[in-house]
Nanobody
Framework: VQLQASGGGLVQTGDSLRLSCAASGRAFDNYAMGWFRQAPGKERSFVAAINRSGGDTKYADSVKGRFTISRDNHEKILYLHMNNLKPEDTAVYYC???????????????????WGQGTLVTVSS
């Protein structure tokens, strides 16, 4: 699978934004998916993850209640809906995929072997 992230941009504190990650190739519904981000001067960190069916999700504490991960297996798109954005959400956001035979959700970066190119989100105060 190949991944193409989009939807980033410059927004103000409190705004909302939706990121998309379009997948090419077959069997998108065989991949568990995740979103990670890398802020300036920091290491890449986990944001949210979702299992193959979309029935199970996991979030970083810093985004719980504000971000929602979802997927459309028919359209082969992964989403990250971000509400009440804060300046500390400023980062390059990456989508990632890993082949999965079960129903697992993966928060560890090491679990993913396919990455999108990243999309920049800048939140001004």
């Amino acid at each position: 699978v190949q991944l193409q992230a989009s939807g980033g941009g410059l927004v103000q504190t409190g705004d909302s934004l939706r990121l998309s990650c379009a997948a090419s190739g077959r069997a998108f519904d065989n991949y568990a998916m995740g979103w990670f981000r890398q802020a300036p001067g920091k290491e890449r960190s986990f944001v949210a993850a979702i299992n193959r069916s979309g029935g199970d999700t996991k979030y970083a504490d810093s985004v719980k209640g504000r971000f929602t991960i979802s997927r459309d297996n028919h359209e082969k798109i992964l989403y990250l809906h971000m509400n009440n954005l804060k300046p500390e959400d400023t980062a390059v956001y990456y989508c990632a995929a890993t082949w999965d035979h079960g129903r697992s959700v993966y928060s560890g970066e090491y679990a993913y072997n396919t990455w999108g190119q990243g999309t920049l989100v800048t939140v001004s105060s």
